[in-house]
């Protein structure tokens, strides 16, 4: 400490902060955000994937909402490509988070990313800031860990959606429900099936045997039409027939469109 400075001239000794540096209260980059879209997110969804998108009029252009999507691959590219899509497709580009199990906690390098790419922790009131205090836009896969680990015999049969959490968030909060469907993410990388020795041996998450790379499938994701959740009422959290029969009822709808658009593609890769 130098002597015979007050606080303020001690302070104007720090160094100063980098004026490119942005980052937000929930750790989120500006600048590693940018250099993963440039290098890896542009390339994927325009060369890679040659992502192809239907009714991005359905995410509001302000206020909160939550998105709620198919799940599935070894390394799932989906969120990536989502929130993508939200930037390069809607009449105005929104920020999207993405809620993240606590198990990626275990997996230094990975849960230092996670934040700076606007991962948050799965946790009710870190939804609750973001939808509600924030009118933020925030990504979730009901399906969970189930959905990555699900075999490619079993592709685009949906997960049970857990217990509904995403719907009462929703109705806490007072903002819309978008489901989205997504088509292509079960071939990028697929799962052929699943080494529980090694899994337990390793203690990884999951030992799926599946490619080494993405796989060029191309893309399809399909924003459904919003859920209104403000009209149920204050207290419609707290109904757990309501909560479990919203939960199927969006369910039921992304499993018909999966369905409709896997019907509909004449070849996995080129659509």
Known sequence: MTPGLDVEQRRDLL??????????????????????????????????????VEGIE?????GGALLVSNHSGALPPD???????????HSTPRPLHLTVEHFFKGYPGFSMLVPKIGGVAAH????????????????????????????????????????????RTAMRAGVPIVPIALVGAEEAMPVF??????????????????????????????????????EMGEDAHEDRGLVQ?????????????????????ESVWFG
């Open 245 to 265: 029969t919203v939960a199927q009822d969006i369910r039921a709808d992304i499993q018909e469109e999966l369905f409709d658009m896997v019907g509909k593609r």
């Open 58 to 62: 359905n995410i509001p252009s302000e």
């Open 124 to 167: 009710p009131a870190n939804a609750q800031r973001l939808l509600q205090d924030e009118q933020q836009l925030v990504l979730v896969f009901p399906e969970g860990r189930k959905g990555t680990e699900k075999l490619y015999k079993d592709r685009y049969r949906l997960r049970r959606f857990g217990r509904g959490g995403f719907v």
């Open 15 to 52: 160094p100063a902060l980098e004026p490119e540096r942005r980052v937000t209260d929930w750790g989120r980059s500006e600048r590693i955000e940018g250099l993963l879209d440039r290098t890896l997110y542009d390339f994927l969804y325009h060369v890679w994937f040659r992502c192809e």
């Open 193 to 230: 099936a699943q080494i529980n020795v090694l899994q337990k041996l390793t203690g990884l998450i999951y030992a799926p045997v599946s490619p080494l790379v993405y796989l060029p499938a191309k893309f399809r994701i399909r924003f459904l039409e919003p859920v209104p959740t403000h």
């Open 79 to 89: 969120a990536a490509m989502i929130a993508k899509a939200i930037m390069e497709e």
